[in-house]
């Protein structure tokens, strides 16, 4: 199985970023907060292996080329694959039961 090197945009950072924030200041606490941190990072470097097995989405409810996805619990991690390089690029992350649609047409 191939494996990619994963990148993220400082968009896809930030995102991460506010979900955490808004998880240990808005929601949950620390403890929470810092697993899903965890969960993030274990899920992200698991993309390395498994980003070429995920669909890609419709380019019509994306407004993007090549984007996929993968879920992480209540959230999705939207990616797009550069197979020149072997590299999976992040684009985004939000919750799953927002307008994600809307989201990475925004983007």
Known sequence: ???????????????????ISYL????????????YKLLF???????ADVAGSMPVLEEK???HKNIR????????????????????FVVRIGHAFMDWEKYLKDE
């Open 24 to 35: 240990r200041y808005d929601l949950a606490g620390d403890i929470i907060a810092d697993k």
């Open 69 to 88: 996805k993968i879920n992480v619990r209540n959230y999705i991690i939207f990616y797009i694959i550069d197979e020149n390089v072997d590299k999976v």
């Open 1 to 19: 199985m191939k494996k990619y090197i994963v990148e993220m945009s400082e968009t896809a950072e930030r995102d991460l970023e506010n979900i």
């Open 41 to 47: 990072k274990q899920e992200l470097k698991k993309l």
């Open 61 to 63: 409810l994306t407004g």
